[in-house]
């Protein structure tokens, strides 16, 4: 590993001073300043983030993104808040999903009642994800 770099005074004059909350600390040799070295997490494609972004925009719920995306919805959560992401307005009309393949896409739009507006049709990987805006009577809006 690379000598860690001091965050107070950005040395890289450090030593190993014991280990807090099972990281490794450190201690600056030049100011005297205690340390840890940031814990290395698993790093998420910036695809998938901004595709949630766009689904939480669109007024898919936390948990429903983890499932179409195999994301935890805490990490959604994060990313809301970290991108300053404004709560999208609330409506009685709820979106709904589907995950399809792009032949179940054209059979789906050949249907004359599924041209109706409120859908949306997003790529998700190999697949395509079909929002469909519901009212709170089951009828499309």
């Given at each position: 590993m690379d000598q860690p770099i001091c965050p107070k005074c950005s040395s890289k004059d450090a030593a190993k001073?014991?280990?807090v909350g099972g990281r490794q600390r450190?201690?600056?040799k030049h100011c005297g300043y205690h340390f840890s070295v940031a814990k290395i997490g698993r790093e998420v494609n910036t695809y998938y983030v901004v595709k949630a972004l766009q689904l939480y925009l669109e007024g898919v719920s936390y948990r429903e993104i983890e499932r179409l995306l195999g994301v935890s919805h805490v990490s959604v959560?994060?990313?809301v808040k970290k991108y300053a992401v404004s709560a999208p307005r609330q409506s009685?009309?709820?979106p709904t999903s589907q995950v399809l393949s792009r032949e179940e896409v054209q059979t789906y739009f050949q249907q004359p009642e599924n041209l109706a507006g409120g859908t949306l049709v997003t790529e998700a990987g190999d697949k395509f994800l079909l929002l469909r805006w519901e009212g709170p009577s089951g009828k499309k809006s």
């Open positions: 001073s014991g280990v450190y201690k600056c959560m994060n990313w009685e009309a709820r």
